[in-house]
């Protein structure tokens, strides 16, 4: 049974008005807020890793700089991200240990290697492709802070697929060992990408709490099947096979339908026995731990100038 402050609120919520840090919110609220906002963000400073595996190993200059810009704006995104969840009470260190400890989530799909060249495309066209399907709904999410990060993001996140599409397309077009790349990517990318969007929606313990609140607008299993729609085609045209023999248009619906995917992989990456769950965040704790001084010599350069401020 709501309580009157309750339900003014969800009648707010009904009206499309969005909701400000300073308002009146349900408790339970901010609370699935923090969580997804602090794991949208702990995946995107996670999300740099894989790609920065490959910043050496450029086969161009113009590649490297490409990818050395998208590293940077993920790297942005996360700041904006871990800005939107302080607006809930937050801190940023708190958010960092709990990600360092294990107890945080972030994208099940940044615990896989990437293996070759080709993985830069196939992330930039699969990985980044399905967090646009992602984020575009969120850009009209309730809580005003968090739909204004997305509209940014989304803008720099086409220019991270496009440029992951470029990758794809010149291998393809290049030499057979090059195509032969860009296949054993897909074929390693392309069930993961798909696991980004959560648990099959009988399974998602959040989603209808989530809707209610106009926090997720569409349910895991209808973005899904639009980011299987958007890239079978993209596939076609690069000339590549999608690793799924179940994988058929169904002109009654007007949708792909596509083979099983194994949840318990998912699941297995969830409780942090992927490939790469222990060495990312161990990475990610040893930077952490190797900026302090730079934290401490920021906030005492900070107390300095209020001192001589006389604040
Ligand atoms: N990886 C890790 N955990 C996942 C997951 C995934 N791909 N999908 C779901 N989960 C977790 C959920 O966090 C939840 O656990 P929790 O309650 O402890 O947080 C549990 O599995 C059940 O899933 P639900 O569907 O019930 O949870 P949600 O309603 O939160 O839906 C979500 C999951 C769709 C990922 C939603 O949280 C969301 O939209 N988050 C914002 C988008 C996001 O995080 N995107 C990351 C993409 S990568 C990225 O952005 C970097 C890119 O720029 C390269």
Same mark, same amino acid.
């Given at each position: 049974?709501?309580?009157?402050?309750?339900?003014?609120?969800?009648?707010? /919520?009904?009206?499309?008005?969005?909701?400000? +840090?300073?308002?009146? $919110?349900?408790?339970?609220?901010?609370?699935?807020?923090?969580?997804?906002?602090?794991?949208?963000? #702990?995946?995107?400073?996670?999300?740099?890793?894989?790609? &920065?595996?490959?910043?050496?190993?450029?086969?161009?200059?113009?590649?490297?700089? /490409?990818?050395?810009?998208?590293?940077?704006?993920?790297? &942005?995104?996360?700041?904006?991200?871990?800005?939107?969840?302080?607006?809930?009470?937050?801190?940023?260190?708190?958010?960092?240990?709990?990600?360092?400890?294990?107890?945080?989530?972030?994208?099940?799909? %940044?615990?896989?290697?990437?293996?070759?060249?080709?993985?830069?495309?196939?992330?930039?066209?699969?990985?980044?492709?399905?967090?646009?399907?992602?984020?575009?709904?969120?850009?009209?999410?309730?809580?005003?802070?968090?739909?204004?990060?997305?509209?940014?993001?989304?803008?720099?996140?086409?220019? #991270?697929?496009?440029?992951?599409?470029?990758?794809? !397309?010149?291998?393809?077009?290049?030499?057979?060992?090059?195509?032969? $790349?860009?296949?054993?990517?897909?074929?390693?990318?392309?069930?993961?990408?798909? $696991? $980004? %969007?959560?648990? +099959? =929606?009988?399974?998602?313990?959040?989603?209808?709490?989530?809707?209610?609140?106009? /926090?997720?607008?569409?349910?895991?299993?209808? !973005?899904?099947?639009?980011?299987?729609?958007?890239?079978?085609?993209?596939?076609?045209?690069?000339?590549?096979?999608?690793?799924?023999?179940?994988?058929?248009?169904?002109?009654?619906?007007? #949708?792909? =339908?596509?083979?099983?995917? =194994?949840?318990?992989? %998912?699941?297995?990456?969830?409780?942090?026995?992927?490939?790469?769950?222990? =060495?990312?965040?161990?990475?990610?704790?040893?930077?952490?731990?190797?900026?302090?001084?730079?934290?401490?010599?920021?906030?005492?350069?900070?107390?300095?100038?209020?001192?001589?401020?006389?604040?």
């Amino acid at each position: 049974e709501m309580g009157a402050d309750e339900r003014v609120f969800q009648e707010r /919520i009904e009206r499309g008005v969005k909701i400000e +840090p300073k308002d009146w $919110m349900p408790e339970a609220y901010r609370k699935t807020l923090v969580r997804q906002i602090s794991q949208h963000a #702990h995946s995107e400073i996670v999300g740099q890793l894989p790609e &920065g595996n490959w910043v050496t190993r450029a086969p161009t200059l113009q590649r490297k700089a /490409i990818l050395l810009a998208k590293i940077q704006d993920e790297a &942005g995104h996360g700041l904006y991200l871990y800005s939107a969840a302080e607006t809930l009470g937050v801190s940023r260190d708190q958010l960092l240990s709990e990600l360092h400890s294990g107890k945080a989530k972030y994208s099940s799909i %940044f615990n896989y290697p990437s293996l070759s060249w080709a993985d830069m495309g196939a992330i930039g066209w699969l990985v980044d492709g399905s967090a646009i399907i992602n984020q575009i709904p969120l850009c009209r999410c309730s809580y005003g802070p968090y739909a204004r990060a997305m509209i940014r993001v989304c803008k720099e996140e086409s220019f #991270h697929a496009r440029q992951g599409y470029d990758i794809m !397309l010149a291998l393809c077009n290049g030499t057979p060992q090059q195509k032969q $790349m860009a296949q054993d990517a897909l074929n390693r990318w392309w069930w993961p990408a798909l $696991m $980004m %969007f959560g648990p +099959p =929606d009988g399974e998602s313990v959040n989603s209808a709490q989530s809707a209610q609140w106009r /926090i997720k607008l569409f349910s895991n299993d209808e !973005l899904r099947q639009k980011m299987v729609d958007q890239s079978v085609p993209q596939a076609e045209y690069l000339g590549l096979t999608v690793p799924d023999a179940k994988l058929k248009w169904n002109a009654e619906t007007q #949708h792909y =339908d596509f083979g099983e995917i =194994d949840w318990s992989e %998912f699941n297995n990456i969830l409780q942090g026995n992927g490939p790469c769950n222990r =060495d990312r965040l161990s990475v990610r704790a040893k930077a952490y731990e190797e900026g302090a001084w730079f934290r401490d010599a920021l906030a005492a350069y900070a107390d300095k100038q209020d001192r001589a401020s006389g604040q």
